[in-house]
């Protein structure tokens, strides 16, 4: 016979599940059964108003030929170097923070306040910063240094590095804080350590900080590169129409282009799941070889 649940049991099970079903349902509703469809959809032609046609693997085909397509993807790995540079300034910053100096709580959260401001509000005060003709900017370079400063937003060969500088300015504070939190949770010996061996600070830095801090480095890493590569915010404010000469497009805005601009849903569906495919790989490939570098107590 079946060992019955006593009735206390019976209720805490109906209240495990009261709580579990509706994060559960909701999964399923808003985020397994979109993925699924957008399976489906990439093979069909959808313009979200007549009914889907079967086309097999074109969108895929027409993908792989489309110009603009292969520029959002030079695009988007472009803006992955300012990953590297975010960590060399993040770090620093770290480094400085870690003092214990009177009102280093302020600094702290006034470094941390770009990553939790309104990224539309943002963006839209950088598109006035960077303007060519009465931006901050330029008006810096030309008061102080007597430069003309470039059109960063109207020209193909200064958007990218304008998406970088303000990708730096609201990320670095995130990265800050982690490096941070790294750099608290180092014993003091191993520095004790050094130092009798007489190590100065640069040795310090190149062969106690920053090898015991790899893990950071490597989520930071990983979550940097799949940040990148989902961006859209600031390009559908900053880069209107992907920019000049589809500059400033990455592969995020492209399939919203094609989405939601020229409503071909099923195109978009494949774009989508190529910039899946290419995460994903990308991110195997960092797993893969993090044993290599990445030292674990």
Do not use: C
Not at 119 to 147: C, T
Not at 230 to 235: A, E, N, R, V
């Amino acid at each position: 016979m079946k060992n019955k649940l006593p009735g206390y049991r019976k209720k805490e099970l109906w209240w495990i599940y009261s709580f579990v079903l509706p994060p559960v349902l909701g999964f399923l509703i808003f985020g397994l059964a979109p993925i699924l469809y957008s399976i489906y959809m990439s093979f069909h032609h959808w313009d979200m108003l007549s009914p889907p046609e079967w086309i097999g693997l074109a969108n895929y085909v027409d993908l792989l030929k489309d110009e603009k397509f292969y520029k959002s993807i030079f695009n988007t790995f472009y803006l992955l170097l300012g990953i590297p540079i975010g960590m060399v300034v993040s770090l620093l910053l770290a480094i400085l923070m870690n003092r214990k100096l009177k009102g280093i709580s302020v600094m702290r959260t006034i470094y941390y306040l770009p990553v939790i401001s309104p990224i539309i509000a943002v963006s839209l005060l950088w598109q006035w910063i960077l303007n060519k003709d009465y931006g901050l900017l330029n008006n810096f370079l030309w008061q102080l240094f007597g430069i003309e400063g470039p059109n960063w937003l109207g020209e193909a060969d200064w958007v990218k590095p304008s998406l970088i500088l303000i990708g730096l300015w609201g990320g670095v504070g995130g990265t800050m804080v982690l490096y941070l939190a790294g750099l608290q949770s180092i014993s003091s010996t191993y520095y004790e350590a050094a130092e009798i061996d007489g190590a100065g600070g640069w040795q310090k830095l190149k062969t106690i900080t920053i090898p015991l801090l790899t893990p950071i480095h490597f989520f930071v890493v990983v979550m940097g590169v799949i940040g990148t590569f989902q961006s859209f915010s600031q390009i559908y404010v900053l880069a209107v129409d992907g920019g000049p000469e589809y500059s400033g497009a990455t592969i995020v805005y492209y399939i919203f282009q094609n989405a939601f601009a020229y409503f071909n849903m099923g195109y978009a569906s494949a774009g989508a799941w190529v910039l899946g495919l290419i995460i994903f790989l990308i991110t195997l490939v960092q797993f893969k070889l993090s044993d290599r570098w990445v030292y674990q107590e």
